[in-house]
């Protein structure tokens, strides 16, 4: 018989009763070095106290009151986004995908008011992720997630990533836009080349089409930046937001120009729970942190640390691992075992890890890991190896 809980995750056999920074607890007194951070969702960690309490306090006043009224946290929220970016205007949701699927609506929108109704369809970037809706689905492409779901959603192009000739080439007179993640984190932990970035800014410029990025696992100062394009010194037209923007607490958010904006006007796009006073609580909460002066300074100086170590140990460790990859707290092994037995070996030291595509195992640890945390890791991580070379695998067979 089916399980009650709808069986649509492979879970691994661990219930977490709580959890103190980086560190989880399990019901039964074991505890775990969490660098998956419930896919880089968990940017304080567990059991921030800046953030419960900000949580709390506001659920004591009130939780929901619809956008029907105005919601001061949200305006709050929206004008420190504002002052923090590029962007002129945000659209709150709760979720990634729900983020994308407006960004998409907005990109489409944005061209039908400037006069280009035939601009419909978007380029999107092979081995990308943009979540599980309709749309989102046919955004990503990935054959394995599209069969079986009727007709895939029309409107999306995909090019090799990093490709500036493939992406001109794709750019026709049905084009809105592009949407791209400044770094790949579900198709395998791949950043985009810097100057891809720029070139891309220039060519959709050149062709009147609309540049969105999804930094919805990348952003909210998982890089070092605020958001990880930051790096390239230039700036999209609309951008998503969501996994750690409110620490744990389910969010999403559309960063967008005014030019962009100001196409979805009055009960043109809308969400009943986006951008409620509990969620906005906690998203200012989260953003007190990440913005305090010195606080992305010390993310990127815990990157380079996690970066340096895992190198090294890719070195030591060919016939395991092939290479790292990845950005920031954002961080990739790819391996040469199936990346499943890595983290499993990960899991028996204490070390919780994600899995990717193209065979990565996934570093995204809460952005307030310390150092010690990350000594810890990479000495997990050293043991988990030793665990896979295949000499061990033999002497553990006998
Ligand atoms: C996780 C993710 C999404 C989807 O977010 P959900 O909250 O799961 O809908 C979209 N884009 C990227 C880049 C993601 O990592």
Redesign the pocket.
């Known amino acids: 018989m089916i399980a009650a809980l709808m069986p649509t995750y492979n879970r691994a056999d661990l219930a977490f009763e709580h959890g103190e920074g980086s560190w989880l607890f399990t019901v039964d007194g074991r505890r775990f070095l969490d660098f998956g951070a419930g896919?880089?969702t968990s940017s304080l960690g567990h059991g921030n106290k800046h953030l419960t309490d900000a949580i709390a306090e506001q659920a004591h006043k009130v939780m929901h009151v619809s956008n029907l009224y105005r919601v001061p946290g949200a305006e709050r929220l929206a004008a420190r986004l504002v002052e923090a970016t590029f962007a002129d205007s945000v659209f709150f949701c709760?979720?990634?995908?729900?983020?994308?699927e407006g960004m998409i609506k907005m990109i489409r929108k944005a061209q039908y008011e400037a006069g280009h109704p035939e601009r419909y369809r978007i380029i999107c970037f092979e081995g990308?992720?943009?979540?599980?809706?309709l749309a989102?689905l046919a955004a990503t492409g990935n054959a394995k997630y599209l069969k079986g779901f009727g007709p895939e959603v029309d409107g999306f192009d995909h090019v090799p990533f990093n490709n500036l000739n493939a992406l001109r080439d794709a750019i026709g007179p049905q084009t809105a836009g592009v949407i791209i993640?400044p770094v790949?984190?579900?198709g395998g932990v791949r950043p985009a080349y810097l100057q891809f970035l720029r070139d891309l800014r220039t060519t959709c410029d050149e062709f009147g089409i609309l540049l969105g990025f999804?930094?919805?696992?990348?952003g909210m100062g998982r890089t070092g930046k605020l958001f990880a394009h930051e790096w390239a010194g230039m700036t999209p037209d609309v951008m998503?937001a969501?996994?750690g923007i409110a620490g744990g607490f389910?969010m999403?958010a559309i960063l967008a120009k005014e030019h962009v904006a100001k196409a979805l006007t009055p009960g043109t796009h809308g969400t009943t729970f986006g951008g409620n006073p509990l969620a906005c609580a906690a998203a200012n909460a989260v953003l007190d942190v990440v913005l305090a002066p010195g606080f992305l300074a010390e993310v990127d100086r815990h990157a380079r640390k996690l970066w340096f170590g895992l190198v090294e140990i890719a070195r030591e460790f060919p016939t395991v691992f092939e290479d790292a990859r990845g950005a920031g707290l954002l961080l990739g092994l790819k391996c040469v075992i199936p990346n499943t037995e890595v983290q499993e070996a990960f899991m028996h030291e204490g070390l919780l890890t994600v899995g990717a595509g193209d065979n990565v195992v996934r570093f995204a640890p809460p952005l307030v890991v310390t150092e010690q945390d990350i000594d810890t890791c990479l000495d997990m991580v050293r043991k988990g190896a030793r665990r896979c070379l295949p000499s061990a695998s033999s002497i553990a067979a006998k």
Request: proline letters at 3%; charged letters at 25%; one cysteine or more.
């Open positions: 896919i880089a709760n979720s990634g995908a729900e983020a994308n990308a992720f943009h979540g599980r809706t989102t993640e790949q984190g579900e999804d930094e919805v696992q990348c998503s969501a996994k389910p999403g």
